[in-house]
């Protein structure tokens, strides 16, 4: 199993620009969620899916969107980016008793 | 809102000691507890889960919960160089399985 991925590792954007972030996992996990990680601090939850076709907001939902079509794809959507969505973006998914896994993230700096 | 505070550090302890990494919890219905380690520029690492009051051991490391106080602590004995990495705290926060993380507590042990 490849667990988690995300696509992609690294990634600059101009301010304004769009562009969707990308994760999937291969163990049949209903749960997956969408965090994000900003220098020193913990991880801060964007949106979460509970299963295919369901979606719903975390703590910091603005400026982003989601879609969950299957199970295994969780893609991230960032609209009209700003400097203040330059972060680390991390995906999970879980199965039962809470315990998430991690994807290997992505670096995303906008300027 | 649901708060995780854990100690910012850094903590810094000498090769073979045991390194005490605390963190407490404002929601008194959390019933699941984790340990994450995160090295530098990777993804968090589920180390430890803990459900009930008391210890958990698992090798090196021990998990210890205290629902009355809202306290969760993480031991690591005999602590080693390639322990140095920031640990972060997490506590079940609502439905679908959602998490609540600290901010994190940077560990260095010294050769």
């Known amino acids: 199993n490849a667990g988690v991925t995300q696509t992609p590792k690294f990634r600059i954007l101009k301010i304004g620009q769009s562009m969707t972030l990308q994760c999937a996992q291969d163990m049949n996990h209903n749960y997956m969620y969408w965090y994000r990680q900003d220098p020193g601090m913990g991880l801060k939850l964007i949106y979460y899916?509970?299963?295919?076709?369901?979606?719903d907001k975390g703590e910091v939902p603005n400026g982003y969107n989601v879609s969950r079509s299957t199970t295994e794809d969780f893609p991230l959507r960032l609209e009209l980016a700003a400097p203040s969505q330059t972060s680390v973006y991390f995906c999970?998914?879980?199965?039962?008793?809470?315990?998430?896994?991690f994807g290997p993230g992505t670096r995303l700096t906008v300027l | 809102q649901k708060e995780v505070e854990q100690n910012s550090g850094p903590l810094s302890v000498p090769e073979g000691a045991i390194a005490s990494l605390n963190c407490t919890y404002s929601?008194?219905?959390?019933?699941?507890f984790f340990w994450y380690r995160q090295y530098s520029g990777k993804s968090p690492e589920l180390i430890m889960s803990?459900?009930?009051?008391g210890d958990k051991e698992d090798g090196r490391f021990t998990a210890q919960l205290n629902k009355a106080s809202q306290y969760v602590s993480l031991l690591i004995r005999d602590s080693q160089p390639s322990d140095s990495a920031t640990y972060l705290c997490a506590v079940d926060s609502g439905s679908a399985r959602q998490l609540t993380f600290g901010s994190g507590t940077q560990l260095t042990v010294l050769p």
């Open positions: 899916s509970v299963g295919a076709g369901i979606t």
């Open positions: 803990i459900y009930s009051n």
């Open positions: 929601d008194r219905v959390s019933q699941s």
């Open positions: 999970a998914s879980s199965y039962s008793e809470n315990e998430q896994f």
